[in-house]
């Protein structure tokens, strides 16, 4: 990731622990539009209120959890993992969270080892 990505990943966690959503969406929405995987993961993990209903939200969390996987992200493999393990957002899978959890653990994600 180059500087100026890195920079604006993290101004915009700290807007989300600030809660300044908004802020952060605006922060992350031109490296939403070219797909970076970790604006997406990050944008997975809140709502901007009263734009999109619980269900709206968990939809769009859940295609953004995957895009980010689909392109490698570590920590969106370990989530997708837990989510397909668990049965949360989609049917429970162990055999695919096996996957999704083994290859975020080589990839060096430490919860996923």
Do not use: W
Request: glycine residues 6%.
């Amino acid at each position: 990731m180059d500087e100026i990505t890195e920079a604006a990943i993290s101004e915009a966690q700290r807007k989300i622990e600030s809660g300044k959503f908004r802020e952060a969406y605006e922060v992350l929405r031109p490296l939403l539009e070219t797909e970076v995987p970790d604006a997406l993961f990050l944008y997975s993990t809140f709502s901007l209120a009263g734009t999109e209903s619980e269900d709206e939200f968990e939809k769009l969390s859940f295609e953004l959890l995957k895009r980010a996987a689909d392109l490698g992200h570590a920590p969106a493999l370990y989530a997708l993992g837990v989510c397909y393990e668990v049965g949360d957002l989609v049917e429970a899978n162990p055999i695919y969270a096996a996957s999704l959890l083994k290859t975020a653990a080589e990839m060096g994600h430490a919860k996923a080892k």
